[in-house]
T-cell receptor, first 112, second 116 residues
Framework: QKEVEQDPGPLSVPEGAIVSLNCTYS??????FMWYRQYSRKGPELLMY????GNKEDGRFTAQVDKSSKYISLFIRDSQPSDSATYLC????????????FGAGTRLAVHP | GAVVSQHPSWVICKSGTSVKIECRSL??????MFWYRQFPKQSLMLMAT?????????EQGVEKDKFLINHASLTLSTLTVTSAHPEDSSFYIC????????????FGPGTRLTVT
């Protein structure tokens, strides 16, 4: 079993839709939870991070962490074609600070 | 701020040759740099962690003699793929950080290596 599971998609939605992206994990000691956006043939770009449980909102993006269920989500409101990219979740394990464990990434396509 | 560059962005080499990829932190001093590998439509897999002035720590399954990492200064790390083979063709991404938290890693744009 992988430490971090993420449905690779692809996910195709119409412009303006609400998008829900999710990851599950097995290591209960993870403390930092990150979401990255990666355009084709580019490096990942940090969208949001959350420490421990709870919600965090930034513009059209909302990140949620439910540590009791080992489940994290990223919601994108009013999705735009420019949101079309691969979204990767990542987590920090308890040892080796800074070391990131990535999910497989979900490919999102927002069509006009 | 927090810009990381990689050079080259794309390289083609013949099987058996070596190729060097540079990773630079442009506006901060990076105490730690990471090297990742990404196959098409797959996630990033950590290859090694390097700290300035010390030997790199490689992840299990990564050949140290094949992927040579040098972190010569607080702004530069290099990855050399020695005796490259077609199966080494991949997207190599570095990240750099001066902090301890996972979200404080800043990623480079990646280098696409094609071995013919």
């Amino acid at each position: 079993q992988k430490e971090v599971e993420q449905d690779p998609g692809p996910l195709s939605v119409p412009e303006g839709a609400i998008v829900s992206l999710n990851c599950t994990y097995s290591n209960s000691a993870f403390q930092y939870f990150m979401w990255y956006r990666q355009y084709s043939r580019k490096g990942p770009e940090l969208l949001m991070y959350t420490y421990s449980s709870g919600n965090k909102e930034d513009g059209r993006f909302t990140a949620q962490v439910d540590k009791s269920s080992k489940y994290i989500s990223l919601f994108i409101r009013d999705s735009q074609p420019s949101d079309s990219a691969t979204y990767l979740c990542a987590m920090s394990p308890p040892s080796g600070y800074n070391k990131l464990i990535f999910g497989a990434g979900t490919r999102l396509a927002v069509h006009p | 701020g927090a810009v990381v560059s990689q050079h080259p962005s794309w390289v083609i080499c013949k099987s058996g040759t070596s190729v060097k990829i540079e990773c630079r932190s442009l506006d901060f001093q990076a105490t730690t740099m990471f090297w990742y590998r990404q196959f098409p439509k797959q996630s990033l897999m950590l290859m090694a962690t390097s700290n300035e002035g010390s030997k790199a720590t490689y992840e299990q399954g990564v050949e140290k003699d094949k992927f040579l990492i040098n972190h010569a200064s607080l702004t530069l790390s290099t990855l050399t793929v020695t005796s490259a083979h077609p199966e080494d063709s991949s997207f190599y991404i570095c990240s750099a950080t001066s902090g301890r938290a996972g979200y404080e890693q800043y990623f480079g744009p990646g280098t696409r290596l094609t071995v013919t």
